[in-house]
């Protein structure tokens, strides 16, 4: 059986990328191999984890195009080059443009830390969904694969953990607690697609 082959997009840490990377090395994520890693930055830990790796990199800065079309076409473009077959979304600070999504109907998958479709949405980030949850009085939160369509946090929800709100959490704390499952599940659920387990729709929504 062909390997799954993955792009994966970061902006920042790349503690997920990590984890994708240990889960392919103890052999828990069979079926997979990363093609590339491609960063909207320059200089972020996340591109030095896959050198380590000896992954390719690729930086597309939008920054770098007069128009946020033109690097959503560059970066399609260079990803469709590598043959790739699901796209990773890890820690990408930047809402991916119509025509990306396009390029790849049914092949884009994300990370949320919370139980969509409960804080979700635009502006819902990092330490702003905790604050969120806390904000709210929930007893309990989690993380959330879902497939990526043109609208934030809308795919279809492919798998989800949930974790406890403990008394005297802080939004630091919760983060940590949610993103330790975010890098358990995320392995989990390639290598489910992989093996046709969990079944991607072809057209956006």
Known sequence: MNKLRLAILVSGSGTTLQAIIDAIRKKELRDAEIAVVVSNKPDITA????????????????????????????????????????????????????????????QIINTHPALLPKFGGAGMYGLHVHEAVLKAGETETGCTLHAVDEEYDHGAILAQVKVPVRPGDTPQTLAERVQAEERKLYPQVIQQIAEGKIKLEKTPV
């Open 47 to 106: 591109l030095e984890r896959a050198k380590k790796a000896e992954i390719e990199t690729l930086v597309m800065n939008p920054k770098d195009f007069p128009e946020r079309s033109l690097w959503c076409s560059a970066m399609a473009k260079e990803v469709k080059k590598r043959h790739v077959d699901l796209v990773c979304l890890a820690g990408f600070l930047q809402k991916l443009e119509p025509c990306f999504v396009r390029s790849f109907p049914g």
